[in-house]
């Protein structure tokens, strides 16, 4: 069994907005920045290695948090939400001939129109988990946790998620030996500097 945890880029304005970033490369906002200056990694993983999506914001939290270069691999990059991306949320749901709706009634194959369903993301993100071979840190985006949560978890994008994905948190992941995740833990907050 191979431990990884999982943390989520600080802040945005377009999450602050409520705007679906997907793979637009928003950098963190003034506050990200300062909220994320005041964590760092627990002292139990601070030699893992690291990995980054290649957006500016994972890359930027990976490298705050780590104190070192991180590499990045695209694999960890966003789900696509193709024509919705830069959309703010609340709006997509008002509108009634928008497919958009609650991730809780998604399913594996709901697909943004031009983007990209959980399922095809799970594929990209098993390869990715594949190739680990032993405790990593993954710095990436809250639809990729949901993705390998929902993995370890079984859950189905239906009904309410299983788990609670947190800011400034590690989420711990258990893989089994072909790198498929099998089990995860609550959430840890990072501690303070």
Not at 36 to 64: K, Q
Not at 108 to 126: K, T, V
Request: net charge neutral; hydrophobic share 45%.
């Amino acid at each position: 069994m191979i431990r990884i945890g999982l943390i989520r880029h600080f802040p945005t304005a377009w999450n602050a907005e409520g705007r679906l970033q997907g793979r637009s490369d928003i950098p963190l906002s003034p506050e990200g920045r300062a909220a994320l200056a005041g964590h760092a990694l627990p002292e139990a993983w601070t030699d893992v290695p690291v990995l980054a999506s290649p957006l500016s914001r994972a890359v930027e939290t990976a490298e705050t948090l780590a104190g070192r270069p991180v590499p990045a691999d695209a694999r960890l990059i966003e789900m696509d939400f193709g024509d919705w991306e830069g959309r703010i949320g609340a709006e997509l749901l008002a509108d009634p001939a928008c497919a958009y709706r609650p991730v809780e009634e998604w399913g594996w194959d709901f697909r943004p129109p031009g983007g990209e369903s959980p399922r095809q993301m799970a594929g990209r993100l098993l390869a990715l988990l594949a190739t680990l071979g032993g405790p990593h840190l993954l710095i990436t985006h809250r639809g990729v946790m949901r993705c390998i949560l929902a993995l370890a978890s079984g859950w189905d994008y239906a009904g309410p998620e299983p788990f609670r994905i947190r800011r400034a948190s590690l989420h711990e992941v258990t893989l089994d030996a072909a790198g498929r995740p099998v089990a995860f833990a609550p959430p840890e907050r990072l501690p303070k500097r």
